[in-house]
């Protein structure tokens, strides 16, 4: 049972546009949310997060958006920038001293120069 | 910026032979966790450590892993005898309080 889903395996966008990568989750027990890229060959690195007590979170050019009635979350990056291309998961975390992250299955952005 | 270090980055070896990966965490953190992903498919847990006390192994197939990490520093996963299905990237990934997992590069295996 995939708790975490990331239903587009890829996206391709113009340099300049909008990038909108989504992700659904099942479980509403998970209270925080994080977005991770990951480029081939190297672990993935932290991008930004949510709590589940806020519906937006923005840094910079990427913006996380959180939708808790149709469990849903969304990360929008803009502009998208060739250095974006990479692979986005979404990942999910109960509250508690684990903290095990639950990931998606990760959407590959490609940015077109 | 403190890294998390694994080593080797890459691992060839063939079926029915032992392998093993080594994790030197952030210093100070005491939470280690190791995820495997295969291509195409997110991370998954595979065994979680609280200094040298492992916290959650329900994920981790023990008739051929096992992982330890003595004194609550560095860290191994070991498996023995490798399969085919087991060809992924082994990624260590630490933490030291709220949410901030850092992870390291991973190693990539390769089962042939």
């Known amino acids: 049972d995939q708790q975490v889903k990331q239903n587009s395996p890829s996206l391709s966008v113009q340099e300049g546009r909008i990038s909108i990568l989504n992700c659904d989750y099942t479980?509403?027990?998970?209270?925080?949310f994080l977005w991770y890229k990951k480029y081939p060959a190297e672990g993935p690195t932290f991008l930004i997060s949510i709590s589940s007590i806020k519906d937006k979170n923005e840094d910079g050019r990427f913006t996380v958006f959180l939708n808790k009635s149709a469990k849903h979350l969304s990360l929008h990056i803009v502009p998208s920038q060739p250095g974006d291309s990479a692979v986005y998961f979404c990942?999910?975390?109960?509250?508690?001293?684990?903290?095990?992250?639950?990931f998606g299955s990760g959407t590959q952005l490609t940015v077109l120069p | 910026e403190a890294e998390v270090a694994q080593s080797p980055r890459y691992k060839i070896t063939e079926k029915s032979q032992a392998v093993a990966f080594w994790c030197d965490p952030i210093?100070?953190?005491?939470?280690l966790y190791w995820y495997r992903q295969i291509l195409g498919q997110g991370p998954e847990l595979l065994v979680q450590f609280q200094d040298e006390s492992v916290v959650d192994d329900s994920q981790l197939p023990k008739d051929r892993f096992s992982a330890e990490r003595l004194k609550g520093v560095d860290s191994t996963l070991k498996i023995q005898p490798a399969e085919l299905g087991d060809s992924a990237m082994y990624l260590c990934?630490?933490?030291?309080?709220?949410?901030?997992?850092?992870f390291g590069s991973g190693t990539r295996l390769t089962v042939v």
């Open positions: 210093s100070g953190h005491a939470t």
């Open positions: 990942a999910a975390s109960l509250s508690g001293s684990a903290r095990q992250l639950t």
């Open positions: 479980n509403s027990m998970f209270d925080y």
């Open positions: 990934a630490t933490r030291a309080s709220g949410y901030g997992y850092t």
